[in-house]
């Protein structure tokens, strides 16, 4: 395990930006578990894409809208990064890599630098499809974020019934939980827990 301070912090980044999104989508189109109970996505093709127009929008302003119909690859997109988002949380990047290669093999990525400030790199260009251009653009920010170890604020809730990630930017590194309702939940599942034991205890 590297310590987070040893590492360089994200910055805000267009990289980092798309990270942040493949986080988000995956928390609000992944299918598991959210906060104790089954997580299931938008049924409806048009929910599902104004759910990630807006998360897009709000991570990079000049995205290409996602279409109706490109509704299913979106969903299996999100899939994907929820598992493969899951593994980083995990530290296990044997397993991770091959997902990150898999979803760059697939297009052709556009690397260019943006031509007016913030001078940003950007993996596509908006000849591309939404999902393509996501999919090129998460999978190589994810990359970029491997091989310079800050996958390291990626973490997975720890309550039950959740699998929902997030970014840790705490120093100490040591949150644990993906909101405040995952924690309280927690908190009395431990309650309830040391109850139990000293009722055992006491009989
Ligand atoms: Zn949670």
């Known amino acids: 395990m590297v310590l987070k301070g040893m590492m360089t912090r994200p910055s805000g980044s267009h990289r980092d930006q798309l990270v942040m999104a493949a986080i988000a989508l995956t928390n609000l189109l992944a299918p598991g578990y ?23 929008e709000h991570f990079y302003r000049k995205q290409v809208p996602f279409t109706e119909d490109e509704a299913e690859r979106l969903l299996g997109l999100a899939g994907r990064l929820h598992e493969l988002l899951l593994d980083l949380a995990d530290d296990d990047l044997p ?8 979803l760059l093999a697939e297009f052709p990525a556009q690397l260019h630098l943006s031509s007016t400030p913030p001078w940003s790199l950007h ?3 908006h000849s591309a499809s939404a999902v393509e251009g996501w999919q090129v653009g998460c999978g190589a920010a994810l990359a970029s974020w491997v091989s310079s170890g ?17 970014f840790d930017d705490t120093r100490s590194g040591t949150r644990r939980f993906c909101s405040p309702r995952c924690q309280n939940r927690d908190k009395v599942r431990a309650y309830r827990l040391r109850q139990a034991i000293a009722n055992e205890n006491a009989n």
């Open 34 to 56: 959210s906060n104790g109970v089954r997580f299931t996505p938008p049924a409806d093709p048009a929910e599902t894409v104004s759910t990630a127009n807006a998360v897009c």
């Open 95 to 102: 397993t991770a890599v091959p997902k990150i290669n898999a």
């Open 123 to 125: 993996y596509q260009d």
């Open 150 to 166: 800050a996958t390291q604020y990626i973490s997975r809730c720890a309550a039950v019934r959740c699998d929902r990630v997030f």
